[in-house]
Each structure stands twice: as structure tokens, then as C-alpha cells.
DNA sequence: TTGTAGGCGTTATCAT
DNA sequence: ATGATAACGCCTACAA
């Protein structure tokens, strides 16, 4: 048995020694075993478990030219990541997909512009075979840096350029149906009886929040501006909004908040302010996080399935990465997931 | 076939027959240009330039046999990393100090038992160079893995077995006072003058929590059992505990909650039975999370400064990864960070 | 100071 | 089906 603690690991060439065979058929062995008789290939496998030989990714990197492992990016411009399960959520189901296929995680977490250049040069340099990124904002160098680097990417939410430039083809991301999501959130407290419907927007240079504003406005294009506030997806943002709009229009009877941190503040503000939930005030957020079923009273929400959409990013950008045979030519169109309205207590 | 997805990289032969030298000296100038005449070192920056030539790191790892890439293990036994901004802000503590050293983060999530095979394997497989783990529970199988694995790891949280086993020594840990903390929570309440004093554990099998739980009764050793409660570091755990003490203990006047989130949780019960905070009982929490500053009222708790014990841990990791000459000869000692109890209105 | 040459551990292309 | 053997791209004695 071998002393790890040596650092001296058994290479193919050792395993080839001990089998009595060549280092490719070892190879092969390791590889699947295709094309290599039975009982050889026993011996090959015993010799590997006599010897606990372990396969060199950096030999195998260099001749495949495949490292196994794709970059996650997260920039987190207000370190917002920290108080918002969404990015945790979709990391996790990012990470279960990606383990099912062998393949690792190098996260990668951007603090401010100046990290580009860094982050740029690591993912231009070999490090990983593709990568997922997080874009936030519209100016966001990154969908600019990947595609410089002529790495597969895949996004989660839609990039925000990609509303603007004709060059909407060829960039893959996964979203969900912010604006179907809004429109029902509204139409469902409209149908609830409410005739005066608030929003707290997210911060509007977020195609996210952009997008649920905008299913908002579907649904009431002749609404009273004054009735829309932005905040910055943040419980005391959602309070501030909160505030502002009761101060502008306070015979309002009901408020969609594009997140559920935001509908916690608006919460807080509404009883301070007197205001009863739901009989005075119906109020419904967006995410289902798990803030809304503790929250006092529970929210009614729009759930969106965030680890499924991580799932499926990790999806797309695997089947890029595929073997050239079984690969699909054209960068794979954008994939919108659906939301589902979540009745609670409070609207 | 040749694959389309494989771009044809310059390689230092390349940028050698251009600056019209030797791979050497190319090697040279890109690993700091030592022993390299400046004039020269310039025509080989400018070939560099020219062709956009990136190092490969699997070919330099080869021969090397550094990956510049650490690992962090985090186990997520009851998806809490979702519920609680702590392992997050730990994250980026460690991501900060990680990219200072120019060192990758592999993240590598534990669902469940059956993960550990595989992440042992990988961890032995010479990815990367050491890792960072948070040992949550007393029968964890990872100190032993990476153990086995003779990979340099620090752990964030004294790991369980620390405690039992006579082999103390040798495990490097970053660990919050925990037990100090609670100390100055509760002296904090009494100083108040509450008499009957609570507390919401977290699962006992957690070091964190037993050593909170222990704070707790080094103040008060022969407090009534009857006020202590185990939580499981949720909010809906922490408002579980909370009626069962009313239940049993309808005339507590304090309670301190081992984490902010059960504090929460706590607080919603509080309310629904009838009781004032903090005039008919003072609530404390611990970890000082945004939430302890949104909470109605906001939650007196005991500050860790979560990130900086991250970027400890990456320091320490470092530090054991530095070259043969300059590196510690023994594993560094556990490193236990000072709390701060930080007042506002709960208590 | 600069160049030469060998080797890191694997896969892949040939033969056999 | 199996075995030689040549890359893969880089670092590093050692030689000049």
C-alpha cells in the first residue's frame, strides 16, 4: 500500500510494469475499457487497485486539451448576493448538473470593473471549457469578454444588450418568465376585487426587473405612474418604495413587489403606517423564496423554479462542450422557464 | 477530425521563433524575467504581445505540480447555506484572499453521504492543491478524507472530533469565539436585570452550537434545564423552540437564540403570544446577519465578522502552500476570532 | 546571460 | 486486440 503522504504517485507507466502490459492498453483500461480482451483487462484493474493509481488531470488536460471544469461568475455589484437565496439556489442546481457530469465548478465572484481584466485573462487562458455567468446589468462586460476568449457561455438571465442590438442570435441564456409572472401576479389582485395596484420595481437597469415592470404595464398600460416605485431588491429598498408610494397615493389597495425581500420591507412599512395585510393592503412578491412563507402574514408569490433554471444552464453549456460528433452546431436558442402564482395570506 | 472548439493557442515555441530566442528564455521572461537582459526581455514581451500568448497551465501544472486551484468543500446537510447569508459572506472571504494569491476556487458542493467517495477521489486526484472545509458535524468523514488524501486543509469551524479524540494536534481551524460570544450575551441580559433567562440552541452535534450552549451555561451552571430549547438554526426552528419554552416556562423575561435567523423566529412567536419585546422579554441572537438590522425590532446579537474569518482561513491555506522555503514547518495553529455584542433594541 | 535537451503523464496514431 | 512511439506545452538543470 502506498504512503500518500509521499506525493510519489503511481503513473500508467508503474500500472503497465505491474500488469505485464503496455502503458496504452492501461490506458484504455482507465478510458472505459473498449477494444481490450477480459481477462487482461482484470489484471489491469487489479493492478490499479494494488497500486491506488489515480489518473494525472494536468497530462490528460494537456493531450485532450478538455479540463473538466467550466467557470461560474457572479458579479455582486452591491454584494446584494449575500441577502438573496437566488444566486445560492441556482448555484446548488448548477452544481448538481455539473457533478453529474463529472465536471467541476471554479467560481468565480467579481467585486467591481476592476476584476474584468483578471477575469478576462483566466477565462481566455485554458483554465475551463466554457462558462456561466450571471448578467446583471446592462452594461456587463462579461457577455463581450467570453465571447472574445471564444469560450461557450451560457447566461442566466437575459443579458441586457440583447434588447437592444440586432445581434440578439447566438447568445444562450435562461430566464424566467419574468413578464408572464407580473402579469399574473396583477391580474390575479385585480381579480381579487383591489383597483388601485402599486409596484416596487427592482433596479430598472436589471432586464429582470425591466421585464416584471413590464408585465406590470401589460396588464394596466394606462396606470398611474405614481403608483410605480423603484427599489433595489433589498428589504429596507422595498421599504423605502413602500413608504414613498403611500406617500404619494395613500388610497392604494394593493402592491406587487418584484421580490419577496422588497414585499418583507413593504410588510414592515404597511403596519407601521397602520395599514392592515391583506384587508387593508393586499401585497404579492416574486421568487417564492423561503422569506415568503415565513413572513408574517405569508406571502402570496410567483414561484419560479431557480435551481431548475441553474440546472438548465449547466445543461446547455454540457451539451456545447459535447464531443464534436453529437453536438449541436448553432449555440442553442434562449430557454424562458415558466413562473406559477402562489397563493398565501396576503393578498 | 479537427474540432472546431479548439482554437490553435500560440505556445512559447511560437512566440520563441518570433522573438528570434529560445523557449527558455521566453519561459524565463514569462515567469518574472530574472537573468534575462532587458533589451532582450522586451522583444520577447512584444512577441508575447503580438501573438497573444497565454502560458497553458495544464503543461506548466504538469511539470510543476501546482494547480493554483483550491478546493472548498461545503456540506449543506439541510440545504441551511440556502436560508443563511454565512457560508456566503465566508465564501467571499475566502474568494477575495484566494484571488489575491492568484489561486482558483473550486466549489464543491455535499448533498449527502453518498457524495463523499467522489469528492474524496477528486481531492486525491491532484486537481488542487489544498482545500478549505467547513466540518458542520461531529461524525464528519471529511477531516479524514483530506487526511488521507495528504492534501493541506484548514477548516472553518473546529471540527467536531477535535474535542473527543486525543489528537487534537495537527488540525488547523478558524473558528469564532463562540463560546465567549455567548458569555457576554447573556452577562449582557443579566446586566439588564432579566432573571429567567432562555436559550434556543442550534443542533448540538454542530461545534458551534454546543459551544454557544456552553457559553450559555458558564454563566449560568446551575440555570433551570427546563429554559434551554434545540433549534435547528432556521427561523421555523427557532419559532418552534420558542413555544415550547413559553409552554414550559411561561415566565422567562429573556431568551438568547444561537443564530439571528432563529431569533426571527422567535420574535414572530413572542408577538403571536402577546408578549412585548424587549419589554416583556429581551431577545439576543448571534451573527449579527442583515436580518438581525431588518428585524422589527432590531435584534441585539453577538458580531462575528464572518468574512474576515474567510479570508483567514485562505491565509492559512496559503501559507502551507507557499514554497519548501518559506513555509511553516508544523500546520499552523487554530485561529479562534474575537466576537463583539453589538446592542439595539431587542434587548 | 542565453541555449540545449530531457522529462512531466497522458492520449492517440500508427503498426503488428 | 495489443504495443511502440510521437506529440501535448512547459520548466529546468546543465552546458556553453
Not at 461560474?72 to 442546481?93: K, L, M, Y
Not at 465572484?109 to 471549457?129: C, S, T
Amino acid at each position: 500500500m502506498p504512503d500518500p503522504l509521499a506525493g510519489d504517485r503511481p503513473t500508467l507507466e508503474a500500472v503497465a510494469a505491474r500488469a505485464g502490459v503496455s502503458r496504452a492498453t492501461v490506458s484504455r483500461v482507465v478510458n472505459g475499457g473498449d477494444g481490450v480482451r477480459a481477462p487482461l483487462a482484470e489484471k489491469v484493474r487489479t493492478a490499479i487497485r494494488d497500486l491506488g493509481y489515480v489518473p494525472n488531470p494536468a497530462a490528460r488536460t494537456l493531450v485532450t486539451r478538455r479540463t473538466g471544469a467550466v467557470a461560474v461568475v457572479v458579479a455582486e455589484p452591491e454584494a446584494r448576493i449575500f441577502a438573496d437565496p437566488f444566486f445560492s439556489r441556482q448555484i446548488r442546481g448548477i452544481s448538481r448538473e455539473l457533478t453529474a457530469h463529472d465536471t467541476q465548478l471554479v467560481l468565480m465572484l467579481v467585486e467591481g470593473r476592476e476584476d474584468y481584466p483578471r477575469i478576462g485573462r483566466y477565462l481566455a487562458g485554458g483554465h475551463v471549457d466554457g462558462a456561466l455567468a450571471f448578467s446583471l446589468h446592462a452594461d456587463d462586460p462579461l457577455p463581450g469578454i467570453t465571447r472574445a476568449a471564444g469560450l461557450p457561455t451560457v447566461f442566466g438571465g437575459r443579458p441586457g444588450w440583447t434588447s437592444t442590438g440586432p445581434a440578439d442570435g447566438g447568445v444562450t441564456y435562461v430566464d424566467a418568465d419574468n413578464r408572464g409572472g407580473a402579469r399574473d401576479a396583477v391580474r390575479y389582485l385585480l381579480a381579487r376585487g383591489r383597483r388601485s395596484v402599486a409596484h416596487i420595481s427592482g433596479p430598472l437597469d436589471q432586464t429582470s426587473a425591466a421585464d416584471r415592470l413590464g408585465g406590470y404595464r401589460d396588464v394596466l398600460p394606462d396606470g398611474d405612474p405614481g403608483l410605480v416605485a423603484e427599489g433595489d431588491f433589498t428589504p429596507s429598498g422595498g421599504a423605502r418604495a413602500m413608504a414613498a408610494l403611500l406617500e404619494r397615493r395613500p388610497g392604494l389597495d394593493a402592491v406587487f413587489a418584484a421580490n419577496d425581500l422588497m414585499a418583507t420591507g413593504a410588510l414592515r412599512v404597511l403596519r407601521e403606517r397602520g395599514r392592515s395585510v391583506p384587508a387593508d393592503v393586499a401585497l404579492v412578491g416574486f421568487d417564492d423564496a423561503e422569506v415568503a412563507r415565513t413572513a408574517d402574514p405569508p406571502l402570496t408569490t410567483v414561484r419560479q423554479d431557480i435551481e431548475g433554471m441553474g440546472r438548465t444552464m449547466a445543461r446547455l453549456l454540457l451539451d456545447r462542450l459535447a464531443p464534436a460528433g453529437a453536438r449541436p452546431g448553432r449555440p442553442p436558442a434562449p430557454v424562458v422557464t415558466p413562473t406559477v402564482l402562489v397563493p398565501r395570506a396576503s393578498a
